[in-house]
């Protein structure tokens, strides 16, 4: 008994000198038909690493900024006078990265940090600023929670920036956040204050405000496709303070701190309490929200329309006597083992026993 989510996360812009996250690492990248700008997000300042030139030719033709978040890595892509080229990045480590040649014109890619060409299927290793053509492993990461709220336009971020719509946003939000190094919390840096009242609407269960004050930050607190920054270089008189000087932190903590905050919203676990879409916003009527974590209890998969719980299966980790908590109208669901299993009415309120390795599936919820 499992729920899916089909779509897949691949946000991607057409336009030169969009910045994204290398998912996986602590850095940023700034993409233009030829050249590749690395900078480092781990710092206040986002000091630049590395600057990469290659001199092709245009006009480029389909030009193309693609960041997967399935394969945790960049693509870019282009039809230059010379030919047809592709390239991706991907980490190493958190501070390290390669450059694999995917496809290139039969003279190669003259990367500026290179004495030769680089060529067809050669990998590229970024280190402190130099560059060498070796074998190079992919950073491991996985990442199982999965997050949909019913929208399927295309992920073309520059659309999707003008849209301003949070149901196409979060997933990658989520996703990109969980990805990304921890940084130590900053409460009072820059944009950062956005999400402290981010967090203080949820606490507070103002349903109502979440939606709005979780745009603010994403306007002031990111560029390019979600690359966070702790300046609104765009002053859109958001009430995001000036940095002062001696300040230390990351503008990553906004994907990260972020990304668990929009997981609460959806999940709350507290000990052996777990409770179900406790700050829902109105405007994500439907959605699902699967593979999520419980703190070693087990895993959820959930299944929201109308605003209203629909279906949710628990796959326990552990011989635990869990209280499951649902939205105010619920007065009782059904419970299941099996498909097959008719199952049984319960009132909500009491404890339910699970045992290691069992699913259990909730649905027929009632009011």
């Known amino acids: 008994m499992r729920i899916s989510i089909a779509e897949r996360l691949k946000p991607f812009s057409h336009n030169p000198g969009s910045y994204c996250l290398l998912p996986g690492s602590a850095l940023r990248l700034q993409i233009f038909p030829t050249l590749i700008c690395i900078h480092d997000l781990s710092e206040v300042e986002s000091p630049l690493i590395c600057e990469i030139s290659f001199p092709l030719h245009g006009p480029v033709k389909d030009f193309t900024l693609q960041q997967d978040l399935e394969k945790g890595c960049?693509?870019?892509?282009?039809?230059?006078?010379?030919?047809?080229?592709?390239?991706?990045?991907?980490?190493?480590?958190?501070?390290?990265?390669?450059?694999?040649i995917d496809k290139c014109p039969e003279g190669g890619i003259p990367f500026s940090c290179l004495v030769r060409p680089a060529k067809e299927k050669e990998t590229i290793v970024i280190r402190d600023g130099s560059a060498s053509v070796e074998d190079a492993s992919r950073a491991f990461f996985q990442v199982q929670e999965r997050l949909s709220l019913g929208s399927h336009k295309a992920q073309d971020w520059d659309l999707v920036g003008r849209r301003s719509d949070l149901r196409e946003i979060f997933p990658v939000w989520l996703r990109l956040g969980q990805l990304v190094p921890q940084q130590q919390s900053c409460k009072r840096l820059g944009s950062v204050v956005l999400l402290n009242h981010c967090e203080e609407l949820i606490a507070s269960r103002t349903r109502e405000e979440i939606f709005q004050s979780f745009l603010n930050l994403f306007h002031a607190g990111f560029e390019g496709i979600?690359?966070?920054?702790?300046?609104?270089?765009?002053?859109?008189?958001?009430?995001?303070?000036?940095?002062?000087?001696?300040?230390?932190?990351?503008p990553l903590v906004l994907l990260s701190e972020g990304a668990a905050l929009i997981r609460t919203l959806f999940l709350d676990v507290k000990g052996k309490e777990i409770k179900v879409l406790p700050s829902l916003p109105p405007e994500f009527h439907c959605g699902r929200y699967i593979n999520i974590d419980c703190e070693g209890i087990g895993t959820l998969d959930l299944e929201w329309s109308k605003k209203t719980i629909r279906r949710m299966i628990f796959r326990a980790s552990s011989d635990k006597k869990i209280t499951f908590s649902f939205q105010k109208q619920i007065k009782k669901f059904r419970l299941r083992e099996s498909l097959k299993d008719r199952g049984t009415y319960l009132e909500l309120g009491g404890g339910i026993e699970v045992r290691s390795g069992g699913v259990y599936c909730f649905d027929n919820f009632r009011k």
């Open 74 to 100: 960049v693509r870019i892509w282009g039809c230059y006078k010379e030919g047809f080229v592709r390239y991706s990045i991907f980490p190493v480590e958190e501070k390290v990265c390669a450059i694999f």
């Open 226 to 250: 979600l690359s966070p920054r702790l300046i609104d270089t765009q002053h859109q008189g958001l009430g995001v303070p000036k940095l002062e000087n001696g300040q230390q932190g990351s």
